[in-house]
Structures are given as C-alpha cells and as structure tokens.
C-alpha cells in the first residue's frame, strides 16, 4: 500500500511537473507571439507593452482580450492599401472633366467640343499644349506672353522669347511682283487668203 502510494505520488508529481512546465512553455510562447504579432501591426511602444503584458498577466484570456483589441491591419497591409488608394484616387483624377459642361474631354482637346469652353492653350514657341493657369511651358522653359517668371522684369521674359516669335513676320519688302505672264497672243496669224 505504501509503495503504490507513494509510486502514485510520484506519477503526479511527475504529471504535476510537466503540466507547469508545458504551461510555462506555452505562456513564454504566447507572449512571444504576441510580441511578434503586435510588431508587425502597430508602431506604437505604449501599445506594444500593453499588449504583452495583457497577456503576461491574463494568459490565455489575455490573448482573447488581444485578438479582439489588436489592430485588425498589419502595418504592410494598410501600406498596401494605402497605395491601392492612391492607384484609384489617380486613376480618377486622370479623367478629365471640362470645367464649363462636365463632359469627358482629351488631354489633347484645346476646347471642349461641345460647350466651346477653352480646356488648355498652346505654347507660342513649341506648340506643345499647357494648362490653361500655367505662365510658362515645361517643355521649353518659355513664359506665357504677358507673363513672367519671379524676379524676371517683363523684358528679360520677352528676351528668352525667339525673336522671330515676338515680331510679326512683316512681309519681305521688295518682293518680286507676280509676274503675268503675257497672254501668248496666238502667233499664227491669220494668213489672208490671196489667191
Ligand atoms: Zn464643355
Ligand atoms: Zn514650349
């Protein structure tokens, strides 16, 4: 009797040790998780404390408590998001709405076909088109006539302007008249008839 009690003592001690052991294993490994989890989904440190200790003290309700309260995104996958956004909110704003009827135009439209509303002007010196509130061209670095550049005086703007773009062409003087050409009178004369 006394030898199968204290053989069964034995066994629960036994039972008894691997049982703590197993739960100290696996509250050290739930704390670890936690760590690792709340790493990847929040910056905060106050948060991330929080969070392991939550679990530190509760156990396994602390999980629980963590899987309820984290935050439902990791941080990779709100950036992720964040570019999607970006790609949509893009996407929208390359479709071009003109400003007087509200009607889907071309990049490459001056005016809206159908209300007549001036959508963008060509560059004088390039021909390339501008937006309509742009002073100078981002193609050739030429400022819109009438405008300048800051700390440009109206003159040094006009300067970087090809001259031959600021005057008018004026017609070449002296330029040869249009010749007329002669009416051919028809050479053959009309031979008198003497017989
Ligand atoms: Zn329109
Ligand atoms: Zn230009």
Not at 76 to 101: N, R
Not at 156 to 177: D, F, H, N, Y
Request: hydrophobic share 45%; aromatic share 8%; charged share 25%.
């Amino acid at each position: 009797m006394n030898i199968d009690l204290s053989s069964l003592s034995n066994y629960m001690l036994i039972l008894t040790a691997w049982a703590g052991a197993f739960l100290a294993a696996l509250w050290l490994s739930l704390i670890f998780w936690v760590y690792r989890d709340i790493r990847l989904r929040s910056r905060d440190v106050f948060m991330r404390i929080l969070a392991i200790l939550v679990t530190a003290i509760l156990f396994l309700p602390g999980v629980v408590v963590y899987l309820i309260l984290r935050p439902a995104r990791t941080l990779e996958e709100e950036y992720q998001q964040t570019l999607e956004e970006e790609a949509l909110l893009q996407a929208i704003e390359d479709v071009q709405l003109c400003p007087g009827c509200g009607r889907r135009v071309k990049e490459v439209w001056q005016v809206c076909p159908n209300c007549h509303t001036k959508l963008k002007k060509p560059c004088h010196v390039c021909g390339r088109l501008m937006e309509l509130p742009w002073n100078l061209c981002p193609y050739c670095g030429t400022p819109a006539p009438g405008m300048r550049r800051e700390g440009m005086t109206m003159d040094e703007a006009l300067r970087s302007i090809p001259v031959e773009m600021v005057e008018t062409p004026k017609e070449a003087e002296g330029s040869p008249a249009v010749e007329e050409t002669p009416l051919e009178v028809p050479g053959e004369e009309v031979a008198g008839d003497h017989q």
